[in-house]
């Protein structure tokens, strides 16, 4: 993800948070709450928060937020210095990112952090921390995307149960030498010059930046940092202790200023409120339900008992009956008698990978129909098991809208590297819930990101088609062909003004609607196989 417009992402995060997560209850067969979609609008307005917050840490998830300070000595008064945390023991968590004060400033430069094993207490080489997070965004001109409640920030990186933590974030030089791509700590770089492809096939000659069929492009010369992608050099050992102090890497001669009120978050994600398998909960771990639990399950009523922790999958027939019931009056003859739909896949709710509804606002917040999907990645790096996939959505969650200030997290569907799906932002996984995950172009489209990065490693093959089994189905309930091109209204962004109508893939990449490297390369030349996959599943 490597956006390059300053977006509005961020919440003022002065002091550490921990946040309480009530496990629900198992509720009763019920249809949706009276009222309950009453009080979102096609105007796409969100009210004031709902969420609630209490000190201290908690096993239901917590946020420590720790302010930089400088790591440079003897620089000039006016020379941006690096900042960073010196090697230290906090409390225990998973997933980390960086954010700031002013969501339209951007940080040009370089983080990378270093974390100590829980478990063993090893310290991990320095990981580089994606910065560029801007093309993840609400709209401009939003409820979601006004002034006074977001934060800048990067992407969050997951590094697994940790309590030891160093940082460093180096500004970038404003003269570098030509050709030099600055290395890490350990002797990790990223390679210089490095500029994804567009779709399946397309190539560019060196230096050149390759356009998306529609027109999207990305910065020459940029590559994406990943969470893998750092290491120690061979034969190193990597320190255990607290003692040893960080190493400032020289900075730049002259260096871009960093934003102000720099600010680590260590996310803790909090246990499941049901086992990560998927089983019963735990005896004795449920309280009572909270409403706004209970209208998250309600949502998907239609689809699944309320209280279920997964949609189950269904059959083509069983499939084109649910279409009926759900959209017959907006079926033509045509559509009825031959419904273009693939089979409902199996999809693990909220309640089933654990989230804590009391985060996000209480409200859902509707757009009136699905007629593309842009596909992601999250750039959390891949150091991650299948069986962590819940948490490293409550991290991606508690992340977006507790350090960033988000409503809610940003994508409508999330796929684990085994092609299990998950639903994202509340208000129902068969509804065209408003999104924010692709600046510029969240009406009318939903986000689907594969957790991982995939700049230089390539998805799994049980991912992409996991995205292909989806996208048929959720396309199919709004009468969209994968294969086909449709036109969306640009809310405003780097590559689109505000307003200008956009011929785009029904099935595109984030960069193909804002200049980005997001879903990264290996993601992004997946998508044709996954277009003309989705199709067949919808009979085409």
């Known amino acids: ?35 309950a979609e009453a009080a979102t609008s096609a105007a796409l307005t969100a009210g004031p928060s709902a969420r609630r917050e209490s000190a201290g840490p908690s096993a239901a998830g917590s946020t420590q937020s720790l302010p930089l300070t400088p790591l440079t000595r003897e620089r000039a008064a006016d020379d941006p210095a690096e900042q960073g945390l010196s090697r230290r023991t906090v409390r225990p968590f998973s997933l980390v990112g960086v954010v700031w004060d002013d969501p339209a400033a951007e940080l040009h430069g370089r983080v990378q952090v270093r974390t100590r094993e829980a478990a063993t207490g090893v310290w991990s080489g320095w990981q580089d921390v994606e910065t560029h997070n801007a093309d993840h965004a609400a709209d401009p001109d939003t409820a ?18 940790s309590n030891g933590v160093e ?31 567009t779709g399946d096939s397309a190539s560019t000659k060196p230096g050149k930046t390759p356009a998306t069929g529609d027109g999207a492009s990305t910065k020459p010369g940029k590559t994406p940092a990943t969470g893998d992608s750092a290491a120690p050099k061979p034969g190193k050992t990597p320190a255990t202790g607290d003692s040893a102090a960080a190493t400032p890497a020289p900075a730049p001669a002259s260096a871009t200023p960093l934003p102000t009120g720099l600010r680590l978050e260590l996310v803790d994600p909090g246990e499941a409120t049901q086992d990560e398998t998927l089983g019963a909960a735990r005896p ?3 309280q009572p339900e909270t409403a706004e639990a209970v209208a998250a399950s309600t949502a998907n009523a239609d689809l699944a008992a309320a209280g279920a922790t997964e949609i189950p999958a269904l059959g083509r027939a069983e499939t084109e009956r649910e279409l009926l019931t759900l959209r017959g009056s907006e079926l033509t003859a045509a559509q009825k008698a031959k419904p273009y739909i693939g089979p409902r896949p199996g999809i693990v709710t909220r309640r089933g990978w654990g989230a804590n509804e009391r985060w996000r606002e209480s409200r859902f917040v509707y757009t009136s129909k699905v007629k593309a999907a842009f596909v992601h990645h999250t750039a959390t790096g891949n150091k991650y098991t299948c069986a962590q996939a819940p948490s490293v959505i409550r991290g991606i969650y508690r992340y977006h809208v507790v350090s960033m200030g988000w409503r809610d997290i940003g994508y409508n569907f999330l796929v684990d590297k085994c092609g299990r799906i998950y639903e994202g932002r509340a208000g129902g996984v068969a509804k065209a819930v408003l999104g924010a995950h692709t600046r510029g172009f969240n009406t009318n489209t939903m986000g689907i990101a594969v957790l991982g990065t995939y700049g230089s490693k390539k998805p799994s093959k049980a991912a992409v088609k996991a995205v292909a089994r989806l996208t048929a189905w959720k396309l199919g309930l709004f009468g969209a062909n994968p294969r086909g091109k449709t036109y969306l209204t640009s809310g405003g962004g780097n590559l689109y ?20 490297e997001c879903p990264g390369l290996q993601l992004y030349r997946k998508l044709g196989s996954t277009r003309s996959t989705s199709a067949r599943y919808q009979g085409r």
Not at 3 to 30: E, K, M, N, Q
Not at 146 to 161: D, F, H, M, N, Q
């Open 1 to 35: 993800m490597r956006g390059f417009l300053a977006s509005s992402i961020g919440v003022t995060c002065a002091a550490a948070l921990a946040l309480p997560l009530t496990p629900p209850a198992v509720a009763a067969t019920g249809r949706p709450v009276p009222g």
């Open 144 to 161: 979601e995307g006004a002034p006074g409640r977001l934060r800048g920030s990067t992407a969050p990186l997951w590094v697994g149960a």
């Open 167 to 197: 940082l460093r974030v180096t500004p970038e030089s404003t003269d570098p030498e030509p050709g030099k791509t600055p290395a890490t700590g350990d002797g990790a770089s990223t390679k210089p010059g490095k500029t994804p492809a």
């Open 284 to 286: 004795g771990a449920l």
């Open 497 to 516: 003004r505000k307003g200008k109508n956009v011929r785009l893939n029904v099935i595109s990449g984030h960069r193909d609607g804002f200049s980005t």
